[in-house]
């Protein structure tokens, strides 16, 4: 039971690049999310898939798109990459009492 | 606009110590408060608190939330090395399929 696992753990990325973060949980949960985490602000919302083949925007989507391919993954592209989406980024599912957070991705952005 | 507010930012203390984090929230459709312990990798989960007045304890941590005054603290007590972490709290709230809302974090450091 690996839990929540996310692919790659490090990228590097030119401005203008693309690229997937993969998530994928074997838990069986419906609910899954993608957090950027930047110093002294807390993890911000990106997306959210409430179950398998529904997707939402969260609370700073612009530069993002998802898919939640099947129920257990869940997976994030950065079409043109930017400066400004130099973070780490989380993925996450939900059981009933919480969150579960997979290790991140620290992307950075030149 | 929702937002979640930690205190202190960070705080050094020695092992020993007992300590008290801070956290007021204002969320609109509160559903529970949860504190997570972020070491170097993924936040993980410590207490989620969805009634006032109600300790929740885990060894020598402890929470309580007060709804009237929207705010929670989590006390540790005699503190070692290993509770040095970045302390997060959350509100979920029922809007975005439970969104976490969470601040910025504490910078706890326990020196020996």
């Known amino acids: 039971n690996a839990g929540v696992t996310q692919t790659p753990k490090f990228q590097v990325l030119k401005t203008g690049q693309s690229m997937t973060l993969q998530c994928a949980q074997d838990?069986?949960?419906?609910?899954m999310y993608w957090y950027r985490q930047d110093p002294g602000m807390g993890l911000r919302l990106i997306y959210y898939?409430?179950?398998?083949?529904?997707?939402d925007k969260g609370e700073v989507p612009n530069g993002y798109n998802v898919s939640r391919l099947n129920k257990r993954e869940f997976s994030l592209r950065l079409e043109s990459a930017a400066p400004s989406q130099t973070s780490v980024y989380f993925c996450?599912?939900?059981?009933?009492?919480?969150?579960?957070f997979g290790p991140g991705t620290r992307l950075l952005v030149l | 606009e929702d937002k979640v507010v930690q205190s202190p930012l960070s705080l050094v203390v020695h092992e020993g110590d007992t300590v008290t984090l801070n956290c007021s929230y204002e969320?609109?459709?509160?559903?529970?408060l949860l504190w997570y312990k972020q070491e170097k990798k993924a936040p993980t989960f410590l207490f989620m608190l969805t009634s006032s007045g109600i300790e929740k304890k885990s060894g020598r941590l402890s929470s309580i939330l007060d709804k009237k005054e929207l705010f929670s603290i989590l006390n540790i007590t005699a503190t070692q090395t290993g509770d040095s972490a970045v302390y997060l709290c959350a509100v979920e709230a029922v809007e975005y399929g439970n969104k976490l809302v969470f601040g910025a974090g504490t910078i706890l450091r326990v020196k020996s």
């Open positions: 969320v609109t459709n509160f559903r529970s």
């Open positions: 838990m069986n949960h419906n609910s």
């Open positions: 996450a599912s939900r059981a009933w009492e919480t969150q579960y």
């Open positions: 898939s409430a179950s398998e083949g529904t997707t």
